[in-house]
């Protein structure tokens, strides 16, 4: 695989050095896929070993000696960037535009929210802000409008339904080339809210308690009537008709202790 730095656009954040770039990553099969990866210039060394772990390069100009870390594992970084939801902000560079758009009336203080980076997720990054806001910036940039962020956008600005986290922000990126990417969206953090697969494992332990433990402790699977696999990702209608599964490997045999559990 090959990864080339086609874009940078500088970001205004007061005394530290930050850029967001978009990169082209080439696969073994000759594919490319467009990649968005925001950095901070430190002019020092990282302070523990998280810090050393998001660290992407160290760099030396005129004599001054620092590291490029990913932009998100900087606690000002994710200050600045909360507080940029309040009113928008815009930034250009090799001809290329990244913004932040508030939704609505946008979301203010942020910046003084004590913010933390999820780490469930490898494609996509999670930031949470307090018990407010929760950010997804998405890694991997794929062209043109996202479901949630255009769904979420005209239930929150149009509808008084309230059944979804509301919609407080949205980051995008316009290419020189004029392809434009949603590259992150910012929704209100609703207390208690779970997801789909933890729905499923309730309605699995209802019925059937020592097949929900086996599902946890990864012995078995969750599918749907069609026998479709279904995970942490899979999104589940009302309804939905689950059933269990043993999990077994190639030429496995064993007897499924619970029968049918259709």
Do not use: C
Request: proline share 5%.
């Amino acid at each position: 695989a090959d990864a080339r730095i086609v874009e940078v656009i500088p970001l205004e954040l007061g005394e530290d050095r930050a850029v967001v770039t978009r990169l082209i990553v080439t696969n073994g099969a000759g594919l490319e896929q467009s990649y968005q990866l925001p950095l901070v210039a430190l002019a020092r060394e990282p302070r523990d070993t998280h810090d050393a772990a998001a660290v992407v390069a160290r760099v030396e100009t005129a004599g001054e000696r620092g590291v490029l870390l990913d932009a998100l594992e900087d606690d000002a970084f994710r200050a600045w960037l909360g507080g940029a939801f309040a009113t928008g902000a815009a930034f250009k560079g090799d001809g290329a535009r990244w913004t932040v758009e508030p939704v609505g009336d946008g979301e203010r203080g942020l910046d003084a929210v004590r913010s933390e980076v999820g780490r469930a997720e490898q494609s996509n990054t999670s930031v949470r802000y307090g018990d407010r806001a929760m950010l997804k910036l998405f890694r991997r940039l794929e062209h043109g409008e996202n479901p949630d962020v255009e769904i979420g956008a005209f239930l929150t600005t149009h509808t008084r339904f309230r059944h979804t986290p509301p919609l407080l922000g949205v980051i995008r990126y316009r290419d020189a080339a004029g392809a434009s990417y949603v590259t992150g969206m910012l929704s209100r953090l609703l207390a208690g809210a779970r997801d789909g697969w933890a729905l499923a494992l309730d309605a699995v332990r209802a019925w059937k308690p020592a097949e929900a433990d086996a599902v946890s402790a990864g012995a078995r699977l969750i599918t749907d009537s069609r026998g479709l696999p279904i995970d942490a990702a899979t999104p589940l209608q009302a309804g939905a008709i689950l059933r269990t599964v043993p999990r077994r490997g190639p030429g496995a045999d064993d007897p499924d202790p619970f029968g049918d559990s259709a």
